[in-house]
């Protein structure tokens, strides 16, 4: 297994109390999979990623329990300069806001190079070409002229590829993509998530896809975690999943989503908010907006029910949402 | 359709750009929006889709008066608005409000909920009598699905999606007749955005509105449009009935756009055909002569270079009666269904929705 994560958790210390963010998560990726991992804002997917990578911000943030295995390592007990080498070689990330990512006030040749004199010893002349290269592989037209180019001069979607090429440009074996395509065009979208998908194919990567669009991970994932509240309620093959859910969160996210191939009625709503991450419902977190919720829920947490091999829920009536 | 509350045609936004401090000169012009005619019926939703830059939401501010015309009509119940000013201008836009896209950014953050509701009634103090206008407050926060009793808080106390519903308080605080939704629900969550979107669709025929439904997301504006006009670089290239333009497009960008979108069904991906548009959008200060599209069509050839089309039924379908024969500008206009029919037998837990005809 190229990554595993087992049961972490993550606080962070605020003004108001401590807030769970991640609360006993565990999941794993192999070489040549996707992983998607799918949840509204504030259910812990993308801090998940951050404590991964090794870029949470500790303090307000700590990592209370758990193990992150890369490769059988635990990186959790690794010192801070040995993470350093994993990071950017073995794993690198992709972010949502390719503007905001990218330093403004250097050339994009130049950000892109800088992987290659940190970490590969380079020089600034070979660290260019390789630049250039790199640009290449992703499909930016007339690489040589652009890469002299600063990130403001590129559109959305450019920026974003140039965001993917400095993520490949150490050939790492995982890539976390933090929600790559929220911030573009639905023609755009396609032509990065096409492009991602090609890549991670040709060098067999791991990808982590970080998403809230539930029509994202029908296109590509191989399988999926769906977080709430700092646990994950439900994982599956995205076959099983979109077929059948057997957890009522994940019923009624498929559920309450408008579709391009129907035209619905009423649209089915979740009731109520996510829930306050400094104070979590007893019992499952999802209980005050879940329509089965019986006693048992507003009391025990559930585990992770086995549903089949590959299959895991934690609805106390998984049985019933499955056939029900 | 019904009859027409909203004309809108020929309208045209024009931002110059100059050069110079002195002597300023007018060096070009970004055109956001370059000739946009459609209807709005009473009691329609007409969405209008569009990638980012296409001009859409400048349409909306037009429609509000927010932005002044370069050229074309607005006209509401056969007046034109684009020429009123001073007391005609206010009496109007009493009846035209928006929703805004942002929740965190369109409310005043020093401002409690009543005053932000109740604001417009300064302004308009004839719907409402000062004694009065504390319980109507009230009365739309309940509408709303809000507890009235929030009335003293600030926006901050609310999230996104209760802070979008007092947005759609305030926009339904003068009783208009069309409201102009620009992005309303892009900003929200997927569980929280059905909730406001049903709570559109129960507003429109409690209050007998007309929607101006404004949306890059083609899934939300099926489900809530009667009718649909697809924007490319400030016109629209394609307009018709929702299942007109879903199942029946005509026009290469709008089939484009369809096949781009992820379908939430693992199984469609495998037999999908996409068509997958090559580079961005050109720059609206210099758009491509002839066809706007034809720098990034599969068809393109020379007629589309030289000829501007026109947003009329393409003299292929003309004669014929079938939900192909819709407006539509393009030369080579040809229907391809890009979007899986509504079949899928043991599709989700959900029943059949019937067809929309």
């Not at chain 2, 050069?19 to 009473?42: N, S, T, Y």
Request: hydrophobic share 40%.
């Amino acid at each position: 297994m190229l990554l595993e994560v087992r049961d972490l958790q993550v606080e962070f210390r605020t003004r108001d109390g401590i807030a769970k963010a991640v609360n006993g998560v565990s999941y794993s990726v192999d070489a040549g999979e996707t992983l998607a991992v799918l949840g509204e804002s504030g259910s812990g997917k993308s801090v998940t990623a951050q404590a991964v990578m090794g870029i949470l911000d500790i303090p307000p943030g700590k990592i209370t329990g758990g193990e992150i295995l890369f490769r059988g390592q635990d990186l959790l007990k690794f010192k801070e300069d040995e993470r350093r080498k994993v990071r950017g070689a073995e794993m690198a990330m992709i972010f949502q806001d390719a503007l905001s990512s990218l330093n403004p006030v250097l050339s994009v040749g130049d950000q892109l190079g800088e992987m290659f004199l940190v970490h590969r010893g380079m020089s600034k002349k070979d660290a260019r070409a390789k630049a250039v290269e790199l640009m290449d592989r992703v499909r930016i037209p007339a690489a040589k002229e652009r890469v002299k180019d600063y990130p403001h001069q590129f559109s959305g979607g450019m920026r974003q590829r140039i965001m993917i090429a400095m993520a490949l440009a150490l050939e790492p074996a995982l890539i976390i993509a933090d929600e790559p395509t929220t911030a573009l065009d639905v023609t755009v979208q396609a032509q990065v998530m096409d492009l991602l998908a090609e890549l991670q194919r040709e060098y067999n990567m791991g990808l982590i896809l970080i998403t809230h669009d539930l029509g994202v991970v029908a296109d590509v994932a191989d399988k999926i975690a769906v977080m709430y509240a700092g646990r994950i309620v439900e994982s599956a093959p995205v076959h099983d999943i979109y077929k059948a859910p057997a957890h009522p969160y994940t019923r009624g996210l498929l559920e309450s989503i408008p579709r391009l191939d129907q035209k619905g009625q009423e649209l089915y709503a979740i009731k109520g908010l996510p829930p306050n991450l400094m104070n979590i419902p007893p019992g499952c977190a999802f209980n005050p907006r879940c329509p089965m919720a019986q006693d048992v829920c507003r009391t025990d947490v559930p585990p992770l029910f086995e549903v089949d091999e590959v299959r895991r829920s934690a609805c106390h009536f998984w049985r019933e949402c499955l056939h029900g | 359709m019904a009859e027409p509350i909203l004309q809108v045609s020929g309208l045209v936004k024009h931002y110059p750009l100059t050069q110079g401090i002195v002597f300023r000169k007018q060096v070009g012009a970004v055109k956001a929006v370059d000739g946009v005619d459609f209807e709005l019926g009473r009691g329609e939703t007409l969405g209008i889709v569009g990638e980012s830059g296409c001009g859409k939401s400048t349409v909306a501010k037009m429609l509000v008066n927010l932005e002044k015309p370069t050229a074309g009509e607005i006209r509401y119940k056969g007046e034109d608005i684009a020429r009123l000013s001073g007391k005609a201008l206010r009496s109007v836009r009493r009846n035209i409000q928006m929703v805004f896209q942002d929740p965190y950014t369109s409310l005043n953050p020093r401002m409690t909920v009543g005053d932000i509701i109740g604001e417009p009634y300064e302004i308009h103090p004839e719907v409402a009598p000062k004694g009065d206008r504390r319980t109507k407050v009230q009365e739309l926060l309940d509408v709303v699905g809000l507890n009235p009793e929030y009335i003293n808080r600030y926006p901050h106390q609310f999230s996104g999606g209760q802070r979008q519903r007092i947005g759609i308080a305030r926009g339904l605080a003068l009783r208009p007749e069309i409201i102009v939704a620009d992005e309303p629900v892009s900003a929200l969550d997927v569980s929280v955005q059905a909730q406001v979107i049903n709570l559109l669709d129960r507003l429109q025929s409690e209050f007998e509105l007309s929607y101006i439904f404004i949306a890059h997301d083609l899934s939300i504006v099926r489900h809530i449009s009667d009718r649909v006009g697809v924007m490319y670089l400030g016109r629209i290239v394609e307009t018709g009935r929702d299942s007109e333009i879903y199942e029946h497009p005509t026009h290469p960008y709008t089939q484009a756009l369809l096949s781009a979108v992820p379908v939430p069904d693992p199984e469609a991906r495998e037999h999908r055909e996409r068509i997958i548009l090559a580079g961005d959008v050109p720059s609206p200060t210099n758009i491509p002569s002839g066809c706007r599209f034809r720098t990034r069509c599969w068809k393109a050839q020379e007629r589309c270079a030289l000829e501007v089309p026109a947003l009329a039924v393409p003299a292929e379908f003309r004669f014929a009666t079938g939900p192909a024969a819709h407006d539509s500008a393009c030369h080579f206009a040809e229907e391809k269904q890009v979007v899986p029919p509504e079949e899928t037998p043991e599709e989700a837990p959900k029943e059949p929705s019937e067809q929309e005809e």
